[in-house]
């Protein structure tokens, strides 16, 4: 049909580029979920779809409930606050400026639970929620920390390794692992015909620097990020030696945030520290480490008060990591006489080991598990110690000197509520040390002659996490070994690595040199008879995913009254009442996924279905995501073939086609991409291809990508870029850049960089700048302003108007015209949150932002630009302040534009209680122009969600927008309510 005439105005710019975002926007935000395993903690991979920015999260490591708060940049042409974008029928946020029209409010509602696993309680990932944040919600009561991902498009969750974990990644509906027999007993080191253990006559070096035992980054082959437990790094920053050398266990006495060996580790002092008390099962057996059985009652009482007497001995010996260790081990345990005292101690072996806020995280637990418990008064003394002595703790230092050690303190027994002094013991002799080094070694050599990489490196952490003794360095060079036998290349490496730093002129020096050269040069295959081994089990397919549909529900009253033309009386009232919503959106997520120690492989196909009741024409089914791809550990390649969304390297679309890489070693890997951009609605043909390498090195080190990417429309070049993404990532700082360069416009495309740094446990920055064109460089943004008004020659479609204007005005001209139509777009923001106590944080930022004007070009004439528009924030996030596992999150927002102030107000707060979770959200937005107009926009939002049978979840949201505004020129009312009901059927 011909088109009718337009209105001349910056409305059809403004069409074009809702045309050409719109992908994004009805697209998936969450790409895939990564769990896996490092060492005793866990890395929960939220992976998107888009650039995104961590900011902050709510409550600070320890909850059911965990609500993470970010900026999203899309792929193609805007930054989103996610505090801020309008959800799927709620209208636009208050306070914030629509980023363009009708984009975000149809952000579809995306929830994705990942394979059961034992390495971590059942979670599942909901965003956007009704505070525009992504809603991580576990089955349980468990300790995190946040942080950014090293990837800059996705967020990660560090959370402690479950007892009696054996997965090393997320699988169900495998058959069950069957338990591996135990070897013969083989008396001698030399089962594995590699490390000869070190005579007794010969000394045992004791290194000056002692450092903490723990694994390297994941493998940089491995779709997923590297994640770091402690870097290799930190020996250089690690605090001075004592002035006399010690005999003192390998634990964070020399790097006070790291812990020792087979805790879970915190990646340095900066960050928010979980202590490792896991929540304890409400019921049955125990749970204890891989390669054990479970204990019975009787056994668990004896085993839980050996355990305790161990603990205190690290007390009395001031070596809190050591205790933590120990009493970690106690809380892993069903229910017994010595879990409440574990409970109290575990904050002392915190302060003993410096972290004076986990500290207070573990006392304040304590008091939430035991408000009448036989240690309340002492640990309300030592918390008030706490936050009036504020300087950090080493651990030679008494902590909390004000109050009496728990430890050593008369405290009640728990059976018989009488006092009871506990006794003070003392740390084990040498010769007690050397029997369970060997003890423990006998059981590492025996797991290694198994092939039981994992079991045997949890015994080589338990003897590195003794004083030095005669079998600490065969336990750090074995432990290489054990790495290789697990499928850990990379972790292999790092500590064959680390027992070159250690033991320069070692025993094992010369083997392990050749073993470190062998992997170098078969990168990710292991040499013969030493390295990564397929795994013995059968490798099964896993599937699950979810289906969803939800019920969409709208209606608005609009009253309009304007003033009367000079010289008449009567005002122009308009009142219209409508039904502006009545939709079901159902959607299908299904994925596949078979992995063993070689091969990595997925299948994954999402579509979405909108039924649009008001208008037919208007409904939709659409496959947004079906691919398959591979990854090979061993050879080295990776590749994706079906419909994906681009996630970097010059691609910003949708497309159908083939993404490939191949490793060339651990560091180093090229990939080609080619395909057709996927735009639903478009009448244009179009192809992409394209090719980029990447550097990936190790942690504390820049990486970068380097591409080239070439798009065509109609067989015209639209886009030749080049760029690249720039990465950094180590315990405290995490930043991500991007540079597109397009050759053809010799113009700058996009320029951002964004950075977070966490200066200490308890404080967060981050910055962020972006200057991009906005739409990015295409022809197509030339063809607005070439649309004919004749209404004897009308323009009948897009596709047509392209040729006829490339006819017309030739590709250089046309390249010119887009160039004027398109705008710049700054945007920058700095901020912080900082925890101020255990149940409260504090944050602040400063945004702004400004797009530019554009030239006149065609039927369109100029337009002026947006001015620059500041907003400074200020948030206040509470956990636990009424009840168990709640949070509250208050926003304040000042507003200064070119043309008006502005004030928004949110207040948002949300308890889980048993199956059921209930959500509330107040938001209020205050507005001034210079023409003396004003509004006002109160919008209250309730929701509720019931979990059925851990499969179903049922979820209703019912709102309303309350919108005046009154002024010289015109007064408008609007009142509008929304409701939404659905299900979500989790297939597992």
């Keep these: 049909m011909p088109f009718r005439a337009v209105v001349i105005s910056l409305r059809a710019i403004l069409a074009l580029c809702i045309f050409m975002v719109s992908d994004f926007a009805h697209a998936e935000l969450m790409d895939r979920i990564d769990i896996e395993r490092h060492g005793n903690e866990v890395e929960i991979s939220i992976r998107l779809n888009a650039v995104v920015q961590y900011l902050r999260h709510a409550p600070v490591n320890f909850g059911k409930s965990l609500r993470i708060y970010s900026r999203l940049t899309s792929p193609a042409d805007e930054v989103l606050s996610i505090e801020s974008t309008p959800r799927p029928g709620t209208g636009t946020a208050p306070g914030q400026p629509r980023v363009t029209e009708n984009v975000t409010d149809i952000l579809k509602l995306e929830s994705m639970r990942p394979p059961d696993t034992d390495m971590v309680p059942r979670f599942t990932v909901t965003y956007p929620e009704i505070d525009n944040s992504f809603l991580v919600e576990f089955d349980r009561p468990t300790r995190f920390t946040v942080r950014p991902g090293a990837d800059g498009r996705s967020i990660s969750i560090l959370v402690p390794l479950l007892p009696g974990a054996k997965d090393w990644f997320a699988q169900v509906n495998a058959e069950p692992r069957k338990p591996a027999t135990e070897p013969v007993v083989l008396p001698t080191p030399a089962v594995t015909q590699s490390l000869p253990a070190v005579p007794e006559s010969q000394p045992v070096p004791t290194p000056p620097h002692p450092l903490p035992k723990t694994p390297a980054a994941a493998e940089t082959s491995a779709p997923s990020a590297p994640t770091p437990e402690v870097p290799l790094a930190l020996e250089a920053q690690s605090a001075p030696p004592p002035p006399a050398p010690v005999v003192a266990p390998r634990t964070a006495a020399t790097v006070p945030s790291t812990p020792p060996p087979g805790m879970q580790a915190t990646t340095s002092s900066s960050e928010p520290a ?22 019975a009652i009787d056994e668990t009482e004896a085993r839980a008060q050996e355990l305790m007497d161990e603990a205190r001995q690290a007390l009395a010996a001031r070596q809190g990591a050591m205790a933590a260790q120990r009493l970690t081990q106690v809380l892993s345990f069903p229910e017994n006489s010595q879990t409440e005292t574990a409970q109290a101690l575990m904050g002392e072996a915190r302060e003993y080991s410096g972290e ?12 939430k598990l035991y408000p009448n418990g036989i240690h309340t008064a002492q640990i309300k003394e030592k918390l008030t110690s706490l936050e009036t002595s504020p300087a950090r703790i080493t651990p030679a230092t008494t902590p909390s000197s004000s109050t009496v050690s728990i430890a050593t303190a008369p405290l009640p027994d728990p059976a018989t509520a009488t006092t009871q002094v506990v006794p003070k013991t003392t740390p084990r002799s040498k010769d007690e040390v050397e029997t369970q080094a060997k003890e423990w070694m006998d059981g590492a050599r025996q797991a290694i002659a198994a092939r039981r990489g994992v079991t045997a490196a949890q015994r080589l952490n338990e003897v590195l ?73 059968p490798a099964t397919w896993t599937t699950f995913g979810s289906i969803s549909q939800y019920m969409y529900y709208g209606q608005s009253q609009i009253e309009n009254i304007t003033p009367p033309p000079p010289g008449q009386l009567v005002f122009n009232r308009d009142t219209l009442s409508l039904t502006d919503q009545k939709s079901l959106i159902s959607n299908v997520d299904l994925q596949a996924r078979r992995r063993d120690g070689i091969t990595d492989t997925r299948i994954v196909f999402r579509d979405t279905d909108n039924r649009n009741f008001l208008d037919d024409s208007r409904s939709y089914n659409r496959v947004y995501t079906g691919y398959v791809e591979q990854t090979h550990k061993q050879i080295g390649y990776f590749f994706r073939a079906g419909r994906q969304v681009g996630t970097g390297n010059g691609v910003m679309s949708r497309f159908d086609g083939l993404l490939a890489g191949y490793n060339l070693n651990p560091a180093w890997r090229v990939n080609v991409v080619a395909g057709t951009p996927v735009e639903f609605g478009s009448e244009f043909q179009r192809s992409l291809y394209g090719a980029s390498v990447d550097y990936a090195p190790e942690l504390g080190k820049a990486g970068f990508s380097l591409y080239y990417n070439e798009q065509t429309l109609e067989g015209t070049k639209d886009r030749q870029a080049i760029g690249t993404e720039l990465r950094y990532f180590d315990s405290r700082v995490t930043a991500f850049g991007m540079f597109d360069y397009d050759i053809n416009y010799r113009e700058l495309n996009i320029a951002m960089l964004q950075a977070n740094l966490r200066a200490d446990d308890r404080t967060n920055y981050f910055a962020n700048i972006d200057i991009r064109k906005v739409p990015p460089l295409s022809l197509l943004t030339a063809l607005p302003g070439q649309i004919s008004l004749d209404p004897f020659e009308p323009t009948r479609d897009f596709r047509s108007l392209f040729f006829l204007a490339l006819s017309n005005l030739g590709l250089d001209e046309l390249r010119k015209q887009a160039a004027i139509l398109t705008a710049d777009s700054q945007f920058f923001s700095l901020g912080f949150t900082h925890q101020v106590t255990p149940r409260w944080q504090l944050g602040a930022d400063y945004r702004q932002a400004n797009i530019s004007g554009v030239g006149a070009s065609g039927i369109l004439p100029a337009q002026p630009g947006s001015g620059t528009n500041h907003v400074v924030s200020g948030q206040a996030l509470g956990n636990g302040l009424w009840m168990l596992n709640d949070s509250t999150v208050i926003n304040a927002n000042l507003i200064r534009g070119s043309n008006y102030t502005g004030q928004a107000y949110n207040l948002t707060y949300a308890v889980p209680y048993g199956p059921w979770r209930f959500d509330g959200l107040l938001r209020f937005y205050f507005q001034k122009d210079d023409q003396d107009q004003q509004q006002k926009r109160f919008g209250p939002t309730f929701k509720m969600v019931y979990r059925w049978r851990d499969k179903i979840s049922l979820e209703a949201e019912i709102g309303a927008e309350i919108f005046d505004e009154t002024g010289p020129l015109r007064e408008l009312h609007t009142r509008r309510q929304y409701f939404f009901a659905g299900y979500r059927w989790d297939l597992q």
Excluded at 279 to 292: E, L, N
Excluded at 356 to 367: K, V
């Design 465 to 537: 996490s003794l004083p030095t003794n005669s079998e600490t360095e065969n336990a750090q060079a074995l432990m290489g070994e054990a790495r290789e036998y697990s499928g850990e290349t990379s972790k292999a490496r790092a500590e064959y690595e680390l027992y070159l730093k250690l033991y320069p002129n070692g025993s094992h020096t010369a083997l392990v040199k050749e073993k470190l050269a062998s992997l170098d040069q078969s990168s990710n295959r292991a040499s013969p008879g030493l390295g990564l081994k397929p795994t013995s089990e």
């Design 356 to 367: 004076l806020n986990s500290a207070r995280g573990e006392f304040e637990l304590y008091l």
């Design 274 to 295: 979980p202590t490792t008390s896991t929540p304890r099962p409400d019921a049955g057996t125990a749970q204890v480490m891989p390669g054990s059985t479970p204990l």
